[in-house]
């Protein structure tokens, strides 16, 4: 069974940052995409980061230039460095890991930002 588990959410002040892990184990097909996402109360979900195996990654405008994706394939574990974090990016984060067949998620981590 494959088990997502994130890591590294927590309060943090206005301006600081924090580094997301998602570190994925059990028997699957090979990981393409690695993503972040983030559902802010009473929001829909949105896409945050995303690295493909190759390395290339993708922001919205909204966290480019704050946020870096990154992944060490030998590990299954996908990471989110934010920094300069606003009080609009608290929300609970998501990872998403696409194989050919199937996506799987991990069950989130709380981030608050503080002003």
């Known amino acids: 069974q494959v088990q997502l588990v994130e890591s590294g959410g927590g309060l943090v002040q206005s301006g600081g940052s924090l580094r997301l892990s998602c570190a994925a184990s059990?028997?699957?097909?090979?990981?393409?995409?690695m993503r972040w996402y983030r559902q802010p109360p009473g929001q829909e979900r949105e896409l945050v980061a995303a690295?493909?195996?190759?390395?290339?990654?993708n922001y919205p405008d909204s966290v480019k230039g704050r946020f870096t994706i990154s992944r060490d394939n030998a590990k299954n574990t996908v990471y989110l460095q934010m920094d300069s974090l606003k009080p609009e990016d608290t929300a609970v984060y998501y990872c998403?890991?696409?194989?050919?067949?199937?996506?799987?998620w991990g069950k989130g981590t709380l981030v608050t930002v503080s002003s």
């Open positions: 998403n890991v696409n194989t050919v067949y199937v996506d799987y």
């Open positions: 059990g028997s699957m097909f090979a990981i393409n995409v």
């Open positions: 690295i493909t195996s190759g390395g290339i990654t």
